[in-house]
């Protein structure tokens, strides 16, 4: 992950579920590596997530045990492009610029439909 330690901007690029129904990391550990004992030390400032053009259905950002059916452990709904949902992204965002307190770790992904995500884009202040 050195590009953390040169540049501010982190452009993750495309997470596609692999399975609808089944939430998965939104940042694997290979894109955010573990440290001694199971702690990330991959720690950021503002998380920007938009869904891909061509999904269909809605995707799912959330916590550890969450159930898009349920709704429970759900943190956001990202509707699909071209809906007529007036926004199809998401931005969790620090007011003070520095703090780093989004833990990657932390979110989850689910979506309506298999091969279909969002671009995550992050920035460390």
């Given amino acids: 992950m050195g590009a953390l330690a040169f540049n501010p901007v982190c452009p993750y690029g495309p997470k596609l579920v692999t399975a609808a129904g089944t939430p998965q990391l939104l940042f694997s550990t290979a894109e955010a590596p573990v ?3 199971n702690v990330w030390p991959t720690r950021v400032s503002r998380i920007r ?15 550890r045990g969450m159930d898009k059916s ?3 452990g759900v943190l956001f709904t990202i509707p699909p492009p071209n809906s007529g949902y ?14 780093n307190n989004y ?23």
């Fill in 49 to 63: 997530l938009e869904a891909l053009n061509a999904n269909t259905g809605f995707i799912y950002i959330g916590v």
């Fill in 70 to 72: 349920t709704m429970v």
């Fill in 86 to 99: 007036t926004t199809n992204y998401v931005e969790m965002d620090q007011l003070a610029f520095g703090a």
């Fill in 35 to 37: 440290a001694a004992q």
């Fill in 103 to 125: 833990r990657l770790q932390d979110y989850w992904i689910d979506a309506d439909t298999t091969a279909e995500g969002v671009l995550r884009t992050c920035w460390v202040g």
